[in-house]
């Protein structure tokens, strides 16, 4: 007993013991106050339990069906928006509890006796509701019956567009390639030039290219029906497929005449019967025949594309109408429970009146306890709190804030026996601690720098390793040159002997000409047109190959000239010079890739005629950015995020202005990125592997172009296209007036 004595008169010091009369004060002051407030509630709830007996249970009834009719017409547009089956059965389950919680609080409204007529007729319109909700649960699941026929059908018209595709693509190509080179097959001679380009064979390549375009627009105008969101657009759409499919039928009646010719043996993936070289007009009539029957069956059949677009349409509306009624119906439920809610608000005020009296008497008791409570606690934050805690506690802050700032050289010295001194003894210790932790962080910040210097140093060493890389890869390219530059040498002599004898071949025909009417043979008519038709064809084949070897000749000539490096500027045709170049590009990727495939397209301005240029140097511009183009778009062509109907396309043009010539050469590939646009013209930035680029052929390309006088200015669409536009001026560059500086760049095209 005397030790608990003396530890009680120990404690007397101690914050807590303190905080401990505080608050059995207030517990005291608080169960007076509950006292009080207990008799105050006992006669509130006497008067408050008539009205929780009769009027508090037909309100909450009431707002219940209204707020659950509220809910209900709420859950029907998450029904008609459900995408998948799964997702509408999620919901359908979720709107069915909610349903039954509806009927659950008519029925209560109904055990609580209240007024029949209104009854009946929130009743009517509760059932109506449930009704709708129900209705339209049948038509959601009725969409996606639809909708999946419907991608059925969808997969149907693709098939059927790939297979015609097969059929008359090869078609056309086969009869184009004989009617203007008279060749079937590889290895025999021509036709005769009446016979392949006789009106015969060329409407039969005009009916056949009809029949694509026919084919082209029908299965256009099939898909656009699933995107129709208007049932009345639908007609206008059928009757223009029906005026299509009557082309067709047309065209089809006219493709059964006559014979067609083709060198391909497989039409569609699937053999068709040949006799020699000659494929009968009539089977293929009868292949395409059955399958447009296929394709017209799917946009005039009952259960089609059209009619079943048409039902599915007639869904949707049905549902929007239903989703009208039902928030009508919300509406009018909303304002019968008002009516409920009115009349037993009556009743609760008549409650609240006698429960005020009640409530005034508790609230001035509890008023003198708070009054007592105030002065207890003022009394108490004055001699505790403000003269033994917060005083002694900001020291401690202020010793802390210090010590945070970096002094912690000063001692803490705090006297007493409370809890408040046991801190202040703790951080001391603290302090200490940190003195040595200080020293510590030194070493440990030392070692954090010296590791990072190393990594700056290992990332120096990788830059320079990348950096010989490509310098190696530049010295590759430069021999390729050299060796490129020897082939062309060695390929001009065959070629000068090819135009030399086709020259002399020519004077060979007019001597015999001369030396046959000289002579005076005696010929008839018709032997003479022989002759003459034979003088005429081999007088044109001669010119053909001396034309073409002319142009061998050139681009042997330029090869040549860009091996040596710069030459003199000199007028030269930017056209030629363009298209040239583009091809000479073009078969170079063919060699490498005997898959790559392009579509050349041109718009030549020929007004652009000739400029004052150094044409060597232009060449290796047009031949980088047409290399460029030709890796965009294989690239894209093999990315297994590419369309199967992607078609790798080049796009060069030129227009004149008055003051300058404008050269865009554009192509279907990945684009650049916005971040790399900037960078393209850094000498060795590529963003190709380092076996296949070097980063020097833009940057080249661009000391060329600004040699010129001229600008490229790059415009691109990442996953799009990419378009260089080159603008060199009219006037000659000051730059090309000076004597122009050999360069050691070799013709091989680098790009980013």
């Not at 290219?209 to 049932?231: K, P």
């Not at 089977?283 to 059955?290: F, G, I």
């Not at 008549?350 to 606690?377: C, H, P, Y």
Request: proline share 3%; charged share 25%.
């Amino acid at each position: 007993m005397i030790a608990l004595l003396k530890r009680l008169l120990a404690a007397r010091h101690r914050i807590a013991f303190h905080l401990y009369m505080g608050i059995g004060t207030a517990v005291v002051l608080t169960m007076v106050a509950s006292l009080v407030a207990w008799f105050s509630f006992d006669q509130v709830g006497e008067a408050q339990r008539q009205v929780n007996e009769r009027a508090v249970p037909e309100i909450a009834t009431a707002f219940a069906v209204a707020q659950q009719s509220g809910t209900l017409a709420a859950a029907a547009p998450r029904l008609v928006a459900a995408e998948t089956p799964m997702a509408f059965n999620e919901v359908a389950d979720k709107v069915a509890a909610e349903r039954d919680d509806f009927k659950k609080q008519l029925a209560a409204l109904t055990q609580q006796g209240a007024a029949e007529e209104r009854f009946a007729r929130i009743r009517a319109r509760g059932d109506t509701l449930i009704a709708n909700i129900n209705a339209i649960e049948a038509s959601v699941s009725k969409r996606f019956e639809l909708r999946e026929r419907s991608r059925g059908l969808q997969k149907n018209l693709e098939s059927l567009q790939n297979e015609l595709v097969g059929i008359l693509i090869p078609a056309i190509d086969d009869q184009l390639f004989y009617a203007m080179t008279g060749y079937r097959t590889l290895g025999k001679p021509p036709a005769p030039r009446a016979q392949h380009l006789s009106e015969a064979e060329l409407s039969l390549y005009r009916d056949l290219a009809e029949l694509q375009e026919g084919t082209t627009t029908a299965t256009r105008l099939l898909a656009s029906a699933f995107n129709l969101s208007d049932v009345l657009l639908l007609e206008p759409l059928q009757e223009r497929f029906d005026s299509t499919v009557d082309g067709i039928e047309r065209k089809l009646a006219a493709l059964g005449s006559g014979p067609l010719h083709s060198t391909l043996d497989q039409t569609s993936d699937r053999q068709i019967p040949k006799v020699g070289f000659r494929i009968e007009r009539a089977y293929l009539h009868s292949e395409l025949d059955q399958t447009f029957n296929r394709l017209f069956d799917l946009g005039r059949g009952d259960e089609k594309i059209f009619a079943l677009r048409a039902l599915e349409l007639q869904v949707v509306e049905q549902q929007r109408a239903l989703l009208d009624r039902n928030r009508d119906l919300s509406i009018e439920l909303v304002s019968e429970v008002e009516g409920l809610v009115n009349t037993a608000r009556g009743s609760a005020q008549e409650a609240t009146q006698t429960s005020t009296q009640a409530i005034f008497t508790g609230r001035k008791l509890l008023l003198a306890i708070n009054a007592i409570g105030i002065i207890g606690a003022i009394l108490i934050a004055w001699l505790l709190v403000g003269r033994v805690l917060l005083r002694r506690l900001e020291f401690l802050s202020n010793r802390m804030r210090r010590m945070a700032e970096g002094d912690l050289e000063a001692k803490i010295e705090m006297s007493g026996r409370d809890e408040v001194a046991d801190m202040a003894a703790a951080l001391e210790i603290f302090r200490h601690n940190s003195l040595e932790a200080q020293r510590l962080n030194l070493v440990e910040k030392l070692a954090a720098d010296l590791e990072e210097k190393n990594a700056t140093l290992e990332t120096v060493l990788a830059d320079l390793q990348l950096a010989q890389d490509q310098i190696v890869m530049r010295e590759k390219l430069a021999a390729l040159g050299e060796l490129t530059a020897g082939v062309a040498h060695e390929i001009q002599n065959p070629l000068n002997f090819v135009k030399n004898f086709a020259e002399v071949s020519e004077e060979l025909l007019e001597e015999l000409q001369e030396v046959l009417e000289e002579e005076g043979i005696q010929i008839n008519e018709e032997q003479r047109e022989l002759l003459n038709e034979i003088k005429g064809d081999l007088t044109d084949n001669l010119g053909r190959i001396r034309h073409h070897g002319d142009r061998a000749n050139r681009i042997v000539r330029d090869m040549l000239q860009m091996g040596r490096g710069s030459g003199e500027a000199r007028a030269a045709d930017i056209n030629d010079l363009l298209e040239e170049h583009a091809r000479l590009a073009f078969h170079s990727a063919r060699a490498t890739n005997a898959n790559f495939q392009l579509d050349i397209k041109e718009d030549l301005d020929e007004e652009v005629g000739e400029l004052e240029v150094v044409p060597q140097d232009l060449a290796r511009v047009f031949l980088n950015m047409v290399s460029n183009a030709c890796y965009a778009t294989n690239e894209k062509r093999h990315s297994p995020e590419t369309a199967s109907d992607y078609v790798p396309t080049l796009w060069i043009s030129t227009q004149r202005t008055p003051d300058q010539v404008e050269v865009r050469i554009r192509d279907n590939g990945n684009g650049i990125p916005p971040d790399v646009v900037d960078k393209i013209f850094n000498p060795f930035f590529t963003t190709k592997p380092t076996d296949q680029g070097t980063g020097l052929g833009l940057a080249l390309s661009n000391d060329i172009v600004r040699e010129h006088g001229g600008i490229i200015k790059v415009h691109s669409e990442p996953g799009e296209f990419t378009e260089m536009t080159i603008e060199l001026p009219t006037e000659r560059s000051a730059s090309l007036q000076a004597d122009p500086a050999d360069s050691d760049a070799t013709t091989t095209p680098s790009s980013v």
